[in-house]
Each structure stands twice: as C-alpha cells, then as structure tokens.
C-alpha cells in the first residue's frame, strides 16, 4: 500500500497547503489550478474487492500532495447499475456502496481539505440510469402517463410504430431509440438515448428536470464541495422536433461527432446561468468560488467560447490540443486560437492531455518521449490545467486487454474495439513486482476489475518516485516551477523565431517555452541551462522529441 513509501509531512520548496490555498483563494483558484482527475474505480481499492473506493481516494490523499496538484476531480461515485461504470446515475444524492457512504464522502472532503485540496465531482444531467426511479416510473404509467415527459418518449414510425422516431445514432454505436414493451405487453413507444439504452437522455423541457437538478446542486453544495464537471455539457436540449439528421452517416462513423440537432443548442446556456447563480450564492458567503467546468465538445474554439461567458460555465475543457496530431504547426494554430477566442471571455483556458475517455498519450503520440514533452508543453501556458491519474506515471495504453475482460459499453453496441476506453482505466500500479501493484491489500483477495499487465511493474509510483529521472519527477519539478510563477492564469505569450518544427514562445512572466515536434536537434530559443526539460538537453541545443523551459534573459529569437 501507499503508505510506507508517501511522506506525510511537509515537502521541500513546496508552498504549504494553507499557503497556496490562501493565494488562490485570493485570485480565483481555478484560473491556475492543476486538477487530478481521479477515477474512483481505478485509483486504490481499501476493501479488497478489486475495485477502487472513495476510502482508497483519501489514502492517496499524501500522495498527491507530494506531486504538487491543487484538486481533485472525481468521477461518478452515486448508486449506479455500472454499465457504463457510473455515468448511468440510479441516484444523484448518494454513493454506491461499492465506494463507499456518504460519511466516508464527509470524510474524504474534510481531509482534502485540510490539505489545501478542491473538491470536484462529476454531475451527469445530459441522462440518468434506466434504473433511476424516475425511468422505472415512466415505464410502468405507459404511454399517457405525465412521467413520461421527462424523457423523450416518442411513437415510432412505420405503419405499425416499428421503426425508431428519427435516424440519429447513439454515441456508444447503433441507433440513439429502444422500443419499450407497454405494461400491458404490447410493443409501445420508443425513447431516446444518445449513449447507451440504460441511459435514457432526460427531456431538459420540462421545468421539472432543472429543479431537480438545482438540488442535486445544492445537496453537494451544501456538503462541502467545490465545484462540478458537468458531463455533455453541450447536451441537455435537443430540437424541439427531433428531426431527422441530415448527415446519419457522419454521426455513425465517429463517437464524437456532433449532431447539431442533438447538441449545442441555445437553451442549454439558460442553465449554465442558473448554476453559476447558484454556485455565486455559495461563493458568497465565504469568499471561495464554486467551480462549472464542463465537457464542452463543439466544433472549433470560437463556440467554445460561447459556454465560458462571465455569467455561464467558469471553465470548458479544451479539446482541441487534446486531440491535435504530433505536429508543431498544429499545435501552433490550437494554442492560438484558444488564446483569440476563450481567453477574451474573461475565462482562463482548461487545458488537458488525457482523460477517462482517450488514449493515453504515450501512445497516441507513439513514445514516451513525446508525451513528457507535451506535459511540459501543457503545464506551461496560461491557465488551468487538468491531469489524468497515471498520466504522471508514463502509463501507455493497455492494448491488449482480452475481449473476454472487456467492461465499455461501445465493445457491446458496435462490436468493435475502435474507440473503446478500457485500456486508459486500468487500475494503477503503486507497489512490487507482480499485480495487483499495490492497488488492491492482502493476499488471496479478489484481482483488480481490469487486469493489469506485468509491465506495469516499470511504471509503479514506489519506483517512479525514487527515480529523479522519471515521469513523476517531471510532473513533480513542473508544477512546483509553475506554482511559482506569477500571473499564470491571465498571462500573455509572444511567439518566437523558430524552426518549423519548433514550438516556442515566451510568457509574460518572463519563462521560455520551446518543444521540438521533430526528430533533428535544433539550437536552443534561449542560452544556458534549462530550468527543467523532458530529457536531455545541452546548453544551447534543443534535442528532438523535447521540451523545455528557460529564463528570459538573453533572448536568441
């Protein structure tokens, strides 16, 4: 376990909690703040079960301080049926006990806290769980019952109602419609679902669903916690017709396709201005704010920018670097656009490399390498940032899970293993030589929920840490650089001179920022020694596959 190899006592050159807390307090915490997205399942198991819980979460709790974050995010811990691992929400007001209870939740917070920690927890208003009492209610009214309306109940086409309402597909594979059986037998109405058919989409029309949601809001509001992701935060409204799609084909190939009929549109921000107003209300009584940060998938930066309004969501996650191939000029057109578009709302940019949906970046960029180089690239432009568990490990992609072990839901709907998510959510490695790695205690107690594979022995956090040369130590050294840098979430960037595969800018704070996307070293932006780099890198020379960052002075571009 953990704790024989995390210090609990005060690190070295490291701001206090209470220190930093009181900073960020003071300029809005969340413009700077880095967040470690914790994925309950797969973080540290207190239980033995073989699945992570929120007890595990708060025996991590050292450790994550001593890496130097300032939150965390959790996802879905509320009672769930788990098919697609919590986001099928049963109810919004609990924890199922496979994590834990509600004091144990208490507990968590209260000590997050008292190291300086923010709290976050997803929210999922887009759908909830065929299993949420307000679904088993609808289906057991029938057709003409008032439940219904707070789902998008639909008749079918076809001369006998057996063909699905419209032709939009479902995001996890096959059509976004499942007929019901009526309570008297007979084949009934359909209902939409954008995801699975255990997660019914809510119908957002009906003022009903909005108050519920704002005492969702409050409930964990009033428990301590400092903010939401908010899950499809495009999502919510439909058309109010719900027409046919005019490019079906386009919505099938590719899970994160954006159906313009069934995304983004224009009465979704009327609730993201209900919750800041409630969010404001708590900011209020004790000066500290409560934070929206959503899953914001649109087309390009500039609507992005339309969810980060002074008056709507405080941050969006920016997706577009996220998924920008290895190549400096495109990473160029990314961080700029973002600084043109978001950072003109009074938001501060939210960048992000890997999440519980993505291939990790070790392997979308094909080298280890390349991945550090990114990390550095990400934890030095203005504003927030965002770290998914084991990123800080150099964790890969487990590729070859059996299908036999397979848990996503896209597996099963499109019966294929394009685009599925098992891989970035097995759970981490912390000790030994042989699994379960420390993440679940004792011997003879049940295997992780996903098997991991032996080479995670070479990336375990008890190795990682004893390494200075190893990814955690690169997190570890960034962000306690970036924690001293002033004015990281409104600073400004001026692009320098470079290479065509070089990336480099200096910031107004006065730190130098260069990565070369390509293969053949190329002189340094800047003389001297590097403050920190992602490999090797002599004085004066920037060696391919690297980043690094200097002091302003004697500038060569």
């Keep these: 376990m953990i704790d024989a190899f995390v210090d609990d006592g005060p690190v070295q050159n490291e701001p206090r909690p209470s220190e930093r807390s009181e900073h960020t307090a003071q300029q809005q915490w969340w413009r700077t703040a880095v967040i470690y997205e914790v994925y309950v399942r797969s973080f540290l198991d207190s239980t033995g079960d073989g699945i ?7 025996a991590g709790l050292p450790y994550l301080k001593r890496l130097g974050v300032d939150g965390i995010w959790l996802n879905p811990f509320y009672p769930s049926p788990q098919y697609d691992h919590g ?4 109810d919004y007001c609990d924890v199922d006990p496979v994590y834990g209870d509600l004091a144990e ?8 806290h008292r190291l ?22 609808a289906l057991a009214e029938g057709p003409d019952g008032p439940a219904r309306s707070r789902f998008h109940f639909a008749e079918g086409r076809g001369a006998a109602g057996e063909l699905p309402p419209n032709n939009w597909h479902s995001m996890f594979g096959g059509p976004a419609w499942t007929r019901v059986t009526e309570p008297d037998g007979t084949p009934g109405q359909w209902y939409l679902h954008l995801f699975g058919p255990e997660q019914p989409d809510l119908n957002w029309r009906n003022t009903e669903v909005g108050g519920y949601f704002e005492q969702v809001l409050r409930f964990w509001l009033d428990r301590g916690v400092d903010g939401f992701r908010i899950d499809v935060a495009t999502g919510l409204f439909k058309h109010p017709e719900l027409p046919d799609s005019p490019d079906p084909a386009a919505d099938a190939r590719a899970r994160d396709t954006v159906n313009p009929l069934a995304w983004n549109q224009p009465e979704t921000h009327g609730v993201w201005r209900t919750w800041r107003a409630i969010c404001e209300e708590y ?20 609507e992005q920018a339309a969810y980060v309004r002074p008056d709507e969501l405080h941050q969006a996650f920016f997706f577009h670097m996220l998924t920008a191939p290895w190549d400096a000029a495109v990473f160029r057109r990314v961080i700029k656009d973002a600084l043109r578009d978001i950072a003109d709302t009074g938001s501060t940019i939210t960048w992000v490399l890997n999440n519980h949906d993505q291939v990790r970046t070790v392997t979308r960029y094909a080298a280890a390498a390349r991945a550090r180089a990114a990390a550095l690239l990400m934890l030095s432009l203005p504003g927030a940032a965002y770290i998914y568990q084991g990123e800080e490990l150099g964790l890969p992609e487990v590729v070859d899970l059996p299908d036999e072990v397979l848990t996503d839901p896209i597996f099963f709907r499109s019966g294929s293993r394009v685009g599925i998510r098992d891989g970035c959510r ?19 107690v049940a295997k992780p929920w996903l098997p991991q594979p032996a080479w995670f022995a070479a990336h375990t956090t008890e190795r990682l840490m004893a390494d200075p040369g190893s990814f955690w130590h690169l997190y570890h050294d960034a962000l306690r650089l970036r924690a001293s840098l002033p004015s990281l979430g409104n600073g400004t960037l001026r692009w320098l001179e470079s290479p065509p595969q070089v990336l480099a800018f200096v910031r107004g704070d006065g730190l130098v920022c260069a990565v070369n996307f390509g293969d053949v070293p190329c002189p340094a932006p800047a003389p001297g020694t590097p403050l920190l780099a992602s490999g090797p890198c002599p004085p004066g020379t920037l060696p391919g596959g690297t980043a690094a960052w200097w002091a302003a002075d004697g500038l060569t571009g």
């Design 116 to 137: 300086g920690f923010k709290v976050l927890i997803d929210i999922v208003p887009n759908h909830c769980s065929s299993k949420h009492p307000w679904f088993l209610q």
């Design 52 to 58: 992570g819980d929120l007890a595990g979460v708060r």
């Design 426 to 444: 097995v759970p981490l490695p912390w000790s030994g030589h042989l699994s379960p790695f420390g993440f679940t205690p004792g011997e003879g």
């Design 87 to 90: 986001y099928d929400v049963a």
């Design 105 to 112: 939740f208490g507990h968590l917070v209260d000590d997050a």
């Design 283 to 302: 900011t209020a009584r004790d000066g500290i704010d409560r934070l929206l940060v959503g899953e914001v998938s649109v087309r390009t930066p500039a």
